[in-house]
């Protein structure tokens, strides 16, 4: 089994690494660019940056999902169904963007948990624990394994593309985050799962490439919300079933950076009366900038601080194995 793995790693890093190229001389010709803008804080970079990852990403990912997974299933399904709306709304609020306007919160709110309803109408979803008192498994009442499936998946989407502020960061961190859930997955003997997220360690890795400072391509929000969608789907499949009160915090731990920094932006900005949604400069990244910390730095710390984090989730993993 290791060895298909190993090749399915090999198979979704090569179809990313050689799409991204002429993608990113299709987004010259298109336009499809990140361009800096010196009244916007957030962005850092100094030349027009293509934004055409997203679709090398999803490519890479969708292809070698389909040479491993095991017939085409009402799950199979819903995850494409789900990425492929997160890739069309994530396309227009991109397009907004190089056009240097923004794209409304309401229908991207509105695209994000339609896509994590049809996750959890296909059967991935959070389903109980194991009760640690009496050893038997407590399955939650329909009415509650909806808002929690509905709110994990969107909230995860959210964070990952939040994250997504500065060259190789939200990239980097959902390539631990992925790694780490692939080790649970082999480990909680889910092989599917497994499967999942050996491939996104794949298409992450081999844009990290292309992405790593100083960037010579984006994956906007197109790519940044696929990759969170996949993260907590993944983790529904995986970490989540069959889960005692201890492993809760395994897939938790594993997004520990991002999940953690916005909660405290999402909160900043709900304290100081701003929208959730408005983009400012008060995440983690930013904050590190402004102590001095350059780029490069300020992206192998938070490397630093994630891997502590999924250190952590591997360690509780253990435990409960006990």
Same mark, same amino acid.
């Given at each position: 089994?290791?060895?298909?793995?190993?090749?399915?790693?090999?198979?979704?890093?090569?179809?990313?690494?050689?799409?991204?190229?002429?993608?990113?001389?299709?987004?010259?010709?298109?336009?499809?660019?990140?361009?800096?803008?010196?009244?916007? *804080?957030?962005?850092?970079?100094?030349? @027009?940056?293509?934004?055409?990852?997203?679709?090398?990403?999803?490519?890479?990912?969708?292809?070698?999902?389909?040479?491993?997974?095991?017939?085409?299933?009402?799950?199979?399904?819903?995850?494409?169904?789900?990425?492929?709306?997160?890739?069309?709304?994530?396309?227009?609020?991109?397009?907004?963007? &190089?056009?240097?306007?923004?794209? @409304?919160?309401?229908?991207?709110?509105?695209?994000?948990?339609?896509?994590?309803?049809?996750?959890?109408?296909?059967?991935?979803?959070?389903?109980?624990?194991?009760? @640690?008192?009496?050893? /038997?498994?407590?399955?939650? @009442? *329909?009415? $509650?394994?909806?808002?929690? &499936?509905?709110?994990?998946?969107?909230?995860?989407? !959210?964070?990952?593309?939040?994250?997504?502020?500065?060259?190789?960061?939200?990239?980097?961190?959902?390539?631990?985050?992925?790694?780490?859930?692939?080790?649970?997955?082999?480990? +909680?003997?889910?092989?599917?799962?497994?499967?999942?997220?050996? #491939?996104?360690?794949?298409?992450?890795?081999?844009?990290?490439?292309?992405?790593?400072?100083?960037? %010579?391509?984006? +994956?906007?929000?197109?790519?940044?919300?696929?990759?969170?969608?996949?993260?907590?789907?993944?983790?529904?499949?995986?970490?989540?079933?069959?889960?005692?009160?201890?492993?809760?915090? #395994?897939? #938790?731990?594993?997004?520990?950076?991002?999940?953690?920094?916005?909660?405290?932006?999402?909160?900043?900005?709900? #304290?100081?009366?701003?929208?959730?949604? /408005?983009?400012?400069?008060? /995440?983690?990244?930013?904050?590190?900038?402004? !102590?001095?910390?350059?780029? %490069?730095?300020?992206? $192998?710390?938070?490397?630093?601080?994630?891997?502590?984090?999924?250190?952590?989730?591997?360690?509780?993993?253990? $435990? /409960?194995?006990?």
């Amino acid at each position: 089994m290791a060895i298909s793995y190993a090749i399915a790693f090999a198979i979704s890093f090569l179809i990313v690494y050689v799409l991204i190229p002429p993608l990113g001389k299709l987004a010259f010709r298109l336009d499809f660019v990140d361009k800096p803008r010196a009244d916007v *804080e957030r962005k850092i970079h100094r030349q @027009p940056i293509p934004l055409t990852a997203s679709y090398a990403i999803f490519i890479g990912f969708i292809a070698t999902y389909f040479i491993y997974v095991h017939g085409f299933t009402l799950q199979t399904g819903a995850i494409i169904a789900g990425s492929l709306l997160l890739l069309t709304i994530g396309t227009v609020d991109d397009w907004y963007k &190089t056009k240097g306007k923004d794209f @409304p919160s309401l229908p991207k709110f509105i695209i994000q948990m339609s896509a994590a309803v049809l996750v959890y109408a296909s059967g991935i979803r959070f389903h109980g624990f194991d009760n @640690p008192l009496t050893g /038997q498994f407590m399955n939650f @009442p *329909e009415w $509650l394994q909806f808002p929690l &499936t509905v709110l994990w998946i969107f909230g995860v989407t !959210t964070v990952i593309n939040f994250s997504d502020g500065m060259d190789g960061l939200a990239g980097g961190l959902s390539a631990i985050s992925a790694g780490t859930l692939f080790v649970v997955a082999l480990a +909680m003997g889910q092989s599917e799962s497994a499967m999942m997220a050996i #491939i996104l360690v794949g298409v992450t890795v081999a844009y990290l490439r292309y992405n790593k400072p100083p960037a %010579k391509v984006f +994956m906007g929000d197109a790519g940044a919300t696929f990759l969170g969608f996949i993260l907590a789907v993944i983790a529904l499949d995986g970490a989540f079933k069959q889960a005692t009160v201890l492993s809760i915090f #395994i897939p #938790i731990l594993a997004l520990g950076v991002p999940i953690f920094d916005n909660l405290f932006v999402v909160a900043r900005r709900l #304290i100081q009366g701003k929208p959730i949604y /408005q983009a400012d400069a008060s /995440q983690a990244h930013y904050r590190l900038l402004r !102590t001095g910390l350059n780029p %490069k730095q300020v992206v $192998l710390f938070l490397y630093l601080v994630s891997s502590c984090f999924s250190l952590f989730s591997i360690i509780l993993l253990l $435990l /409960q194995q006990q």
